[in-house]
């Protein structure tokens, strides 16, 4: 089993930045690959980013546009989502998953989710 908690979410103006952390338990999680998606209420949960288990590739929804950069850190069980030049229209519910598939920007590829983290760009 593998356990996932995300925090770093919050209130940032829009053009600031925010930095989302994913710490997970269970010796598994190196070998699996992991992403972040997120969640307006009352909307479809859509991808945001993913990275494989060895950190590359990664891949990126097409909204990103080169404003955020998805990391892992194995040693630590840890995975970030770095995110700058934020938008309202980023606000969401920030959720980190793993799973089996490496790489995968289909929800139901991932079997472990977080609890989500709120995140909140002001106009």
């Known amino acids: 089993q593998v356990q996932l908690v995300e925090s770093g979410g919050g209130l940032v103006q829009a053009g600031g930045s925010l930095r989302l952390s994913c710490a997970a338990s269970?010796?598994?999680?190196?070998?699996?690959?992991s992403g972040w998606f997120r969640q307006v209420a009352g909307k479809k949960r859509e991808f945001v980013a993913a990275?494989?288990?060895?950190?590359?590739?990664?891949y990126y929804a097409d909204f990103v546009n080169g404003r955020f950069t998805i990391s892992r850190d194995n040693a630590k069980n840890t995975m970030d989502l770095q995110m700058n030049s934020l938008e309202p229209e980023d606000t969401a519910v920030y959720y980190c998953?793993?799973?089996?598939?490496?790489?995968?920007?289909?929800?139901?590829?991932?079997?472990?989710w977080g609890q989500g983290t709120q995140v909140t760009v002001s106009s």
């Open positions: 269970g010796r598994t999680f190196n070998m699996l690959g």
């Open positions: 990275i494989t288990w060895s950190s590359s590739p990664a």
């Open positions: 998953a793993a799973g089996t598939v490496q790489g995968s920007s289909y929800d139901g590829d991932y079997t472990y």
